[in-house]
């Protein structure tokens, strides 16, 4: 069975313009959760989508967005890039996002902000 | 606020020694799971443990939780250059505010000598 895939995987932009990144979840996995990852913050969960729904959000301004299209692949969204925002942006998925489920991360997507 | 903490942030040993991880929290996980993460890629999963008490061993590598479900540790016996990498811990904690939310410790970097 294929992994999580995230597309592209390295990405050059800008201040102030946007960017997307998709990210395509195991078959058969609804859900897909996205994080930032940075030296100093580690790990942080940015939003999940089940079946085309945000169910959960983490503590990012709203210039981060996302959505989840009828086949479970997941595209986020950062608006008005800041320097700040270069990081390495993965995805995970699992079956339903149970908190009993394991996550399968992609190998992610760096971002790097000029 | 769910918060892991992980300790030692940096281990260096020699080939052929063990070390423990630790991951603490305040809160209750519903599971914990550890993954293994090398430069520029996505976090691999090692293990997921979702009951009190549980033990589980993977080769060379022995994951507990702990019975109150607040606390894992991982185990490396014998370490081998090849164990080397970042690791961490990321616990699920229970009900809807937890779909698909992982909340991760700082991370283990740990480097086994030759």
């Known amino acids: 069975k294929a992994g999580v895939t995230q597309t592209p995987r390295y990405l050059i932009k800008t201040r102030g313009q946007q960017v997307t990144l998709s990210c395509s979840p195991i078959s058969g996995h609804r859900s897909v959760s996205w994080y930032q990852q940075t030296p100093g913050q580690g790990l942080q969960f940015l939003f999940e989508?089940?079946?085309?729904?945000?169910?959960n959000k983490g503590n990012f301004p709203g210039r981060f967005s996302g959505r989840q299209f009828s086949n479970s692949r997941s595209e986020m969204n950062v608006s008005t890039l800041e320097l700040g925002d270069s990081a390495l942006y993965l995805c995970?998925?699992?079956?339903?996002?149970?908190?009993?489920?394991?996550?399968?991360f992609g190998p992610g997507t760096r971002l790097l902000v000029l | 606020t769910q918060l892991l903490e992980q300790s030692p942030q940096f281990l260096s040993i020699q080939e052929g020694e063990n070390l423990t991880v630790y991951c603490n929290s305040s809160?209750?996980?519903?599971?914990l799971q550890w993954y293994r993460q090398e430069p520029g890629e996505g976090p691999v999963l090692l293990v997921t443990?979702?009951?009190?008490?549980e033990v589980k061993k993977l080769k060379r590598l022995t994951f507990q939780f702990g019975d109150a479900r607040k606390d894992s540790s991982l185990h490396i016996t014998a370490a081998q250059p090849g164990d080397t990498g970042l690791y961490l811990c990321a616990g699920a904690g229970a009900g809807g505010t937890s779909y698909g939310k992982l909340t991760f410790g700082q991370g283990t970097i740990l480097t086994v000598h030759p």
């Open positions: 995970a998925s699992s079956l339903v996002g149970g908190s009993r489920e394991t996550q399968y």
């Open positions: 989508y089940f079946s085309e729904t945000q169910r």
């Open positions: 809160s209750v996980f519903s599971s």
């Open positions: 443990v979702v009951t009190g008490g």
